[in-house]
């Protein structure tokens, strides 16, 4: 999945939230590592946050317009799966 361009602006924020040591953390922050730079070059005013704790499940939420949230858990999934389940939170498949 690319993540080279523009997204909707009916996104308003997009937060990833995942453990920084744990295994089943493992794709998130894989997913992180290598699409962040994109997301951010692409959408360079969209808030795209990062919260790593010990212990947190793997998970992603995306804030829409009128304060709608929807998440997907990606807890246990490698990179790619992460990002075929953040392209489908994000209406990009």
Do not use: W
């Amino acid at each position: 999945m690319s993540f080279a361009k523009a997204l909707s602006p009916a996104i308003r924020e997009i937060r990833i939230l995942c453990c920084q040591t744990g295994a089943a953390s493992a794709g998130a922050r894989q997913f992180i590592t290598s699409n962040y730079p994109v997301l951010k070059q692409h959408n360079p005013d969209l808030p795209i946050l990062i919260r790593q704790a010990k212990g947190t499940p793997a998970r992603v939420f995306a804030r829409f317009e009128r304060g709608q949230e929807k998440h997907v858990d990606v807890e246990n999934l490698p990179s790619s799966d992460v990002a075929k389940k953040v392209a489908q939170l994000l209406n990009l498949s």
